[in-house]
Each structure stands twice: as C-alpha cells, then as structure tokens.
C-alpha cells in the first residue's frame, strides 16, 4: 500500500495457481460501509458491472466526540478482467447494482450488520497482481473520484510511493543526526519518533462541508490535550510553514464555530479532557515565531475561553466559571448553571486552566495589553488553592515520607480526599477517565498533577519544600511506579529537575525511560502513540532540546546522538547541537561546560532564537553531575522569579 493525499493504491499479490480443488484463478474484493469503531448510521454502495468501479459513501460518529460525519469513497481496479460484481447485505450476496442502509434502531453499533458491495475478477494479467485505487471525500464521491483521478492518474505504484517518500524526506530532512557510533536502532527510534509526531494534525484543506473560507482547514487535533506538551512544538522546529496553517485553521474554527476546539476529528467537536488547551498551543506559536496568524482574532478567542462559559464545556471552552472567579478554584461537586459538562477532573482541570490563563497572560503582554497580563498572571496562581498542604500519601500502609498535595476541595472551602496514588498504576489505574464517575484526576494521580504548575516552576520547588526536597520528591515519583510514562502528563516531569538546579537528573532520568519504554521491539511505544505524541518526546528528548510548552523555553540536556543538526524553514539557518566527548556507550551523560558560538554559555536552558538565528551550542560531557547550569541565574525563567 501506498498513498497520496487523499487517495491510497492498494497492490495485491495472488497465487499463480487457485488455492481450491477445480476452483478457477478468481481473485475477489470487498469494500464494507463499516468503520473501526463500527459506528455507521446510513451508508449507500454503488457498483459498476462494466468497469468494476465502486463508489460509496456513509454516515458516521467520531471516535471521542459528539455528532456526525459524512465520508465518500471511490474506488477503481487495475490488472484483471471484471468478471462479476455485486453486494452484500448481513450473511447474503447477489448481483445488485447497489445497496443503501440506514440505522434500523435495533443493529446498532457496534452490532451495525455488514453491507458493502464487490468485484470479482478472473485470472490477473500480470505477474498476478491486481491494483486498487481508492480516493476518499468528505465532500461527495464526485470529489472522491477526482481526487483519486487527478493524485495518482495511472496507477502507478512505484511512482506514488517514491513520491511520498520523497515528501517525507523533504519534511524530515529539516534534521539530520550524526549518530557517532550509537546503536543502529536508536537512529531507528529517533526516525521513527519524529515520522509519527508529523502525521497530525492533518490537512483537509477543500474537503469542509461545514463552511467556506479562503484559510486552511485542519483537523485530527486528535486531541491538544495530547498534542500541545511536545507535538506542535516539534512541528513548530521541523515544518514552521504548517505549524501556521495549523494556528490559522485553529483561529477559523473559532471564527466559525464560536469556540476553539480541544479535540476535533472528521469535522466534528471532540471531547475536552482538561482546559482550553488550545490557549497554550498558539500562545506558544505566537511567542515562537510563527508568521501569518490573526493574533488579534487568536487573542480574542483566547480570552473567550477564559471568560465565557459555553453551553457545552465538554467539547469546548470551559466549565465552572463562575466558581473559578468567585472561589478561585473549580470546586469538587460543583455548582454550575451557566453550562454542561462531566462534573469531574476538579483537581486536574484547576491546575489546567491555571497554566491555560498564564499562557493568555503571556500574550497578552506580548501584544501590549496590560491589564489583561495583570488579571490573567494573578488566576494563573489559582492552583496552589487546591493543594493541601498537609495532606499525606501512603502506599501500602507505609509514609512515603511526602507532605503536600493537591486534593479535592468543595464549594464551603473545605477539602476533601482523594488518595494520592489513586489513577497511579499503583492504585486503580484506569479509574480517572471521561466519564460520570471519573474522579477529581484525569489518567493521572493527584502525585502526578502536583507537579503541574508549568509557569511558575520555581514556586512549585519552594512549596514542595525547597530544591532538595523537590528533586527527592520527583525522584520518587519516577522510580516508586507512580508515574506511567505512556501518558503524556508524564513527559514534562522528566525534565523538571532543570528547575531544581539538577539538570544532570534529567539526563539520567531521560535515559531511564529510553529505550527501556521507547525502542524497537513490538511493545517499543508505552501504551498509547495518542497521534504521535509519544513519538514527539522520544524525539524531542534525543534531539537534546525539551520544550516547556507554551513558553519560548527549551531544557538542554545532552542529544543521543554526537550531532543533531537542525535548517530552519523559515531563515534556512542551520542550529547545531553538538556533543564533545561524546560516549556511545551512554555513560558520560553529564554536562561539564557549555558554548554557544563559542562563548561559554551557563543556562540550563535556551529559547527559539537559536534554531532562528542558527549557531553551535556545544556540550562538554562526562561521567557525573557537575556544577553546569546548576546557580539560580542559570534555570530557565519562572513567574515568581522573572
């Protein structure tokens, strides 16, 4: 198999001979109006007797949303004769010329019976294959058929596929790695990472039925949630150009749809996980670089989230507003009536929308208003009025020597108790979902989410107890099996030891989990790739740049290779990570001392400019933790500390 854009060439392979006693060479493919997810409503089929074509289309739901979509399909064969065609209905077949269905109210999903239509050929002409075109529209099978005809007219499979790889190339050669006598496989999971982390969000620019615009259409932000920790901001570093086609088309949703979304696919409004996480990804484009977006109307939607509250704060914007501005906090067993939601994630949407509203402060300075930098920097600290300060944490009846959590807190100010291990995989891991009874957490322990407070890292240390303490905490939450890597609340934690002055423990601790958890072997991904996301840390991690996202901050750590080049799309400067005394081996992992440009260079972290401007940053390794990027003038920037 291989692809275009909106069309996908199939090349089977048959035996020269059948495989059936007296049984003639007849090779036969099916196309069934069903989904994965086997969530068809209404489909239709159409086949062509003469020619074999198949055209089709149907309507379905989304797979974490709300809604419909329609989806056409046309499909067209190369290689045999037509000997007959036809459809099928539930376990029977027959020579129609097509076939609708519609929902019956009693085959639901995933129970929908089978429907679809065939062609079956006689003996293929050539070497036994026979080649099938399929083009896919949101549109119509008009528009399907046209995509197909006009991306691969001649069924040429060895020129689509050199094709997209040389797209592939174009877009990844943005890197190039000098490996320096690693492993083989670590290129391999380096490779494979940054492939996967640029599949989405995906251009559908031309096949919305929703409305018409002049700007770029986007979708499968599958979800932000995921994807604004480390995706965008790869793709931010490797393809500028559609980092801001992606913020353009995010900023035409809200134009159109009223709201930006935390979740979309197949043109429908996904489910929001936590805050309006979308604040975070165009605030980090903005700080970034990322040319042609409406700040002005990305602004505005901004402050919508963070002031209006939507009739439906499960797909979009936020819920509990009214708490969140009286109280300073979202309340366990909230009282909201101004929309509606999952009355859960208390604890994690707090410190959520806590980070959504520094990033809104963030631009808001940025674009000169004042008073909004003021208002939102102040809800940006709402977090620490969920954390109990004398809330304990035990596991298996022993301390773990811990003192301080975020926990549960209702609408009369007072706190309830939510184990902080409860959603670890230490203690009912799966029990922290969207749903009804999901808990005050989201797929993460309140351990975990105590950890959350992105903007003002420093004061996080000083109310864990200071930098010592802080770095023992954080050890323990990586090594006691508190934490699960293969959700993406995970990924920042890994890096936190920069803001403790520790930025060798982040190096160490990087390495504990790759390859360990990220490698090459069937279970090489930890759990979920959530569209990418896990291969935008593996990436990101053995590039030797980790974001802060949503901040134009980069933590420096050693690359997993003696040298990552990076061209710039935007300037063509070429930024260079390099290690000196470079140990294959993974042994002398530590910083010693540091250049940019050749002038020694003592932060622990670095900003956009230099994969703008280009230069050396060159990193001195060796066996242990030294004292580079270790003084408080050398962590990366804090509220509380800028």
């Not at 399929?134 to 399907?144: E, L, P, R, W, Y």
């Not at 058929?145 to 877009?171: V, Y």
């Not at 003002?456 to 010592?468: E, I, K, N, Y």
Request: glycine residues 10%; hydrophobic residues 35%; contains cysteine.
């Amino acid at each position: 198999m291989t692809v275009s854009n909106h069309t996908a060439l199939y090349r089977f392979t048959f035996p020269p001979a059948p495989v059936g006693i007296d049984a003639p060479l007849s090779p036969l493919i099916l196309a069934d109006l069903i989904d994965l997810p086997r969530s068809r409503i209404s489909g239709n089929i159409l086949v062509d007797s003469n020619t074999g074509r198949m055209t089709g289309n149907g309507t379905f739901s989304p797979s974490f949303g709300i809604g419909t979509y329609n989806l056409s399909f046309c499909a067209d064969f190369q290689g045999a004769k037509v000997r007959d065609t036809g459809v099928f209905v539930n376990s029977r077949a027959g020579p129609a010329p097509g076939v609708s269905v519609v929902a019956d109210g009693v085959d639901n999903s995933p129970d929908i019976l089978p429907a679809g239509g065939y062609v079956r050929f006689n003996a293929p002409q050539t070497d036994g294959q026979i080649t099938a075109r399929v083009g896919v529209s949101f549109i119509s099978t008009d528009q399907a058929c046209s995509n197909a005809e006009s991306e691969i007219a001649n069924f040429d499979f060895g020129g689509t596929k050199s094709a997209a790889e040389q797209a592939w190339r174009e877009t990844l050669g943005a890197v190039s790695i000098r490996p320096g006598g690693v492993d083989e496989s670590f290129s391999t999971i380096f490779w494979s990472g940054a492939y996967r982390a640029l599949i989405s969000p995906q251009d559908y620019t031309g096949e919305n039925y929703l409305w018409q615009s002049s700007e770029p259409y986007y979708d499968s932000y599958y979800c932000i949630w995921d994807s604004f920790r480390s995706i965008h901001s790869l793709i931010t570093i490797v393809d500028p150009e559609s980092q801001s086609r992606m913020m353009r088309s995010l900023v035409d949703i809200y134009r159109h749809e009223g709201w930006l979304p935390d979740c979309r696919m197949s043109l429908c409004k996904g489910f929001t996980q936590g805050g309006s996480n979308a604040d975070i990804v165009l605030t980090d484009a903005y700080l970034k670089g990322i040319q042609g977006v409406d700040w002005n109307v990305a602004y505005e939607a901004l402050v919508k989230d963070a002031e209006e509250e939507p009739p439906n704060w499960d797909v979009e914007g936020r819920g509990g507003l009214a708490s969140w501005n009286s109280l300073n906090y979202i309340p366990t067993e909230d009282f909201d009536i101004l929309g509606s939601g999952t009355f859960t994630r208390s604890i994690s949407r707090t410190v959520e929308y806590a980070y959504d509203d520094f990033c809104i402060a963030e631009l808001a300075q940025a674009l000169g208003n004042t008073a909004d930098y003021e208002k939102y920097v102040n809800r940006s600290g709402y977090w620490k009025n969920m954390f109990n300060s004398e809330q304990i944490s035990l596991i298996n009846g022993t301390e773990t020597g811990f003192t301080g959590f975020l926990q549960p807190r209702y609408l009369n100010q007072t706190f309830g108790f939510q184990d902080p291990i409860f959603c670890s995989p230490l203690l009912n891991f799966t029990s922290c979902y969207l749903n009804p009874d999901g808990h005050e957490t989201y797929e993460g322990s309140s351990w975990l989410y105590t950890f959350f407070v992105p903007g003002d890292m420093a004061r996080l240390v000083t109310t864990l107890g200071g930098p010592s303490t802080f770095t023992s905490r954080l050890d323990y939450l990586h090594e006691s099996g508190l934490l699960y890597i293969g959700d993406e609340q995970g990924f920042l934690p890994v890096y936190q030891y920069h803001y403790a002055g520790r930025p060798g423990l982040s190096a160490n601790r990087s390495h504990s989990y790759i390859p360990s958890q990220f490698n090459t072997t069937l279970a090489g991904i930890p759990g979920n790739d959530d569209s990418g996301a896990m291969g935008s840390f593996v990436a990101l991690s053995m590039m030797g740049l980790f974001p802060n996202p949503g901040q134009n901050v980069y933590l420096i750590n050693p690359p997993y290779f003696e040298e990552v080049n990076v061209t710039s799309r935007q300037t063509g400067n070429v930024a260079t990570i390099r290690n000196v005394n470079f140990d294959p081996t993974y042994q002398a992992i530590y910083i010693q001392s540091a250049t940019l440009n050749g002038t020694n260079y003592t932060n622990n972290w670095i900003d956009h400019s230099f994969f703008l401007n280009g230069g050396v940053l060159e990193l001195t390794l060796g066996l242990n933790e030294s004292t580079w990027g270790t003084r408080d003038e050398d962590l990366p920037p804090s509220l509380s500390t800028s």
